[in-house]
């Protein structure tokens, strides 16, 4: 069993930035692949990104690629997802997740989920 705590939400304007953290607490965190999935009213959720083990690979959603970075610190179990140029239409709540397949396709490509946090982008 795997922790994740995210942390970071909050409401910023179109244009802004935000980083998100995730804590992962539990079994070997560091043998995992890690991602970040969003969830908007009334929608799916849909995967943001994944990183690799060793932090060497990472996989964006084309809704996000060039504006999000995803990275992760093994020695403190932490991942995070650093967003910029955000826009309206990012808002939604952003899970922290484990991910059993990389890259992560859909959420049946997830083993752990955070319990999320919420990300508002006004315009």
């Known amino acids: 069993q795997v922790k994740l705590v995210e942390s970071g939400g909050g409401l910023v304007q179109a244009g802004g930035s935000l980083t998100l953290s995730c804590a992962a607490s539990?079994?070997?965190?560091?043998?995992?692949?890690m991602g970040w999935f969003r969830q908007a009213p009334g929608k799916e959720r849909e995967p943001v990104g994944g990183?690799?083990?060793?932090?060497?690979?990472?996989y964006y959603a084309n809704s996000v690629k060039g504006r999000f970075t995803i990275s992760r610190d093994n020695a403190k179990n932490t991942v995070y997802l650093r967003m910029g140029s955000l826009k309206p239409e990012d808002t939604a709540v952003y899970f922290c997740?484990?991910?059993?397949?990389?890259?992560?396709?859909?959420?049946?490509?997830?083993?752990?989920w955070g319990q999320g946090t919420q990300v508002t982008v006004s315009s």
């Open positions: 990183i690799s083990v060793d932090g060497g690979s990472t």
């Open positions: 539990g079994r070997t965190y560091s043998n995992y692949y």
């Open positions: 997740v484990v991910i059993r397949q990389f890259p992560p396709q859909n959420s049946g490509s997830v083993e752990y």
